[in-house]
């Protein structure tokens, strides 16, 4: 049994005893980070929430204190009261915040023991991932992740200041609820009481929100869990966080413009600046540039259109590719010319993995010009290359011919690769970037039909409203996502606020009207009944964390995340259940 606080106060925290307390009579409690015992002066690090402490207990404060002090572990809980006083020089510590400082010990209490952790209780440890989140909440005393938390709470605290001053209401939405289309699988609930029927768990707030825009709340926000049973790729979790906004009776603009100021002051809580007027780009000149709608500007290789220069060639890989609608293009790696053939045979592999059929080269080595393909195009074709690559010697040149889709990503992909593997991001940079004008519709090959781009709720662009039943696959929605270093922040859109609008979509999803009435019956109705125009946004949480918190790892911002394989080493969830609940909810399990 650990002694108790009863009569003792604490008067500071660990970090925030400061010189302007010597000779101050000062309680602190805490853990016990390090004891040293040195030539019978025993040195303590005290840390709580806000830093660290030196305490030292020396001799002459009496037998009992530092017997006391000598029983001290790692891990311990204890109150000490003491004097603040300087640290002889020598002694100082300019590392630590209160490094000049240490209390000398008159009391000691130690409220609770602790077994030896099985993980250090410090920063730059080598513990494996599985053994941090089976003891997450020693993980989370570690100075770094202590950190992260609080910053994690200062963004949202910020994100609701900021927008209750623009007159947002936060409005709490159903977790057990119907199944909303963000286009991926949902996590399903069995109902008891219902025998046979399942609540999903929402992968967004989205319909609510447009509801909450038909009821009359105008602007409405949420930091909302939202859930989705994806197969896990790096920094995906299967519950995440989102900012979740909508506004009635704006434009795309004013939801820009609302959003551009709240970056602003999330970003500035991670000292990043971001831009009054972050840069647009329409989704076409992204695709072309970058090969990506959420390109990376913090560096160039862009893509280049070699398609003019060679649809004549004799060269038939690539004057066939452009007779037949494909494109060929080329980034240009800059003094990769003397790159190893097992270097360019990697990135032949890698963007088979987009699907490119192969990967031309050509190395412009200072002697002489080394390709496969040199002696199948004209000279006058390699130089009109050249010129649109900007290429000179010492350049590689890496040259896709294929369908646009496919050029797109095998080259945006190998671009990012290429520039990661040598070092040509430049760090601390951050480029935001609007992504407009997107498509309303994308081709989903393996379905053979066409899915939203977005969600299904999005509006189409004015314009292009009547090409909706002559050529789908041409009309503009009034989408938006805002991406940063290559990364999307968030993406939202003005949606469809009519009745016959939205079932007009439906039927180009492919949606019968059957299943119309089933899924979405509930907001087709709403709509009936007076619906503003209305449009928002959402932005994931905890990927804004990652780059705010300068850390690598989704898991590092969230306090107890899940495993890549979707489980938790802490809790042991998912796990089995009695054979009584099971039987309850009218479930059998197949074995
Ligand atoms: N619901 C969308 C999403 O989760 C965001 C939005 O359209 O507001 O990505």
Redesign the pocket.
Known sequence: MGETIKDLKRTHLCGEVSKGDNETKVTIMGWVQKRRDHGGVIFTDIRDRSGIIQVVFNPDAGEELFEKADSLRSEYVVAITGEVEPRPEGNINPELPTGEIEIKAEELRVLDAAETPPIQIEDNIDTGEDVRLKYRYLDLRRPKMTKLMGLRHQVTKTTRDFLDQKDFWEIETPILTKSSP?GARDYLVPSRVNQGQFFALP????IF?QLLMVSGMERYFQIAR?FRDEDLRANRQPEFT?I???MSFVNQEEVMEVTEGLMKELFAVGDIEVPAKIKRMTYQEAIDRFGSDKPDLRFGMELKNLSEVVKDSDFNIFSGTVSSGGQVKGINFKGGADSPRSTIDGFEEYVKMFKAKGLAWMALREDELKSPIAKFLAEEEIEAIKKVMNAEKGDLLLIVADKPSVAAAALGNLRLKIAKENNLIPAEVYKFVWIVDFPLFEYDETEDRLAAL??PF?APAEADVEKLDSDPASVKSKAYDLVLNGEEL????IRINNHKLQEKVFSVLSISEEEQQEKFGYLLEAFDYGTPPHG???FGLDRLMMIIGRTDSIRDVIAFPKTQKATSPLTNAPSKVDKKQLQELGISIRS
Request: negative net charge; proline residues 5%; hydrophobic residues 15%.
């Open positions: 963000e992968q967004s707030p989205q929100k939202c989102q979740d906004m909508e977005h969600h999005t968030g993406g939202g859109s928002g946004i959402a």
